[in-house]
């Protein structure tokens, strides 16, 4: 156990609906890091939250917004889905010190159908 | 061309074999690298960091950063069955909010 928590390990769901993906950081850690996964893009950077405050963007959709609450815990907002977003999506979190590197959740398997 | 390239594999080596996974950056603003391994299914699982140019080891871990080549290695001595899984290069620019870039992963197979 990585120490950071994410739910649901599975998600299928129809086009067009929306999902909330949840994830609980390891104890202590600040910055929690969405990445999406999938087989022809890799892992990729969506969003960075710091202490509730986002802190860096990547290529995430206008679909796609997230947000960090005040226990620190943090959801992925899908909507409109579409096939295409069909992957892993992966929480991690990390302290001030995140050059060491960030642990990763287990993540969120979702399928669009 | 993506910032940080590795080859896909798959890799396949006999139990006992050296391993050598290597990642390729274009951006020398890179300044922190990592290696995260991973499990089909699972999330990466970080293995090794480092920051400065040189040799790094851990075990039967070695990672071999070039920064004047911009090209980072992680070798594996003694590869175990266990071994066999996907190796992620990782590396954040200086200042650029912590956000890890990746490689597109090595799969690792290690034959018994």
């Known amino acids: 156990d990585s120490g950071v928590t994410q739910t649901p390990k599975h998600l299928i769901t129809a086009t067009g609906q929306r999902v909330t993906l949840r994830c609980s950081p390891r104890?202590?850690?600040?910055?929690v890091y969405w990445y999406q996964q999938s087989l022809d893009q890799g892992l990729q950077f969506l969003i960075q939250?710091?202490?509730?405050?986002?802190?860096a963007k990547g290529n995430i959709l206008e679909r796609f917004s997230a947000q960090q609450f005040p226990d620190l815990h943090s959801e992925l907002n899908l909507s409109s889905l579409e096939l295409g977003d069909s992957a892993l999506y992966f929480c991690a979190s990390s302290g001030r010190q995140s050059w060491y590197g960030y642990t990763f959740g287990s993540g969120t398997r979702l399928t669009v159908v | 061309q993506k910032e940080v390239e590795q080859d896909p594999g798959p890799l396949s080596v006999p139990e006992g074999a050296i391993v050598s996974l290597n990642c390729t950056y274009s951006n020398s603003a890179f300044q922190y690298f990592m290696w995260y391994r991973q499990y089909s299914r699972k999330g990466p699982e970080l293995l090794m960091y480092?920051?400065?140019?040189g040799n790094k080891e851990d075990g039967r871990f070695t990672a071999q950063v070039d920064k004047s080549s911009k090209y980072i290695s992680l070798f594996i001595r003694d590869s175990q069955p266990s071994d066999s899984a996907t190796y992620l290069c990782a590396m954040i620019l200086n200042n650029a909010g912590n956000m890890l870039t990746f490689g597109g992963g090595t799969r690792l197979m290690v034959k018994p």
């Open positions: 480092t920051y400065s140019s």
């Open positions: 104890s202590g850690d600040l910055s």
């Open positions: 939250y710091y202490n509730g405050e986002e802190r």
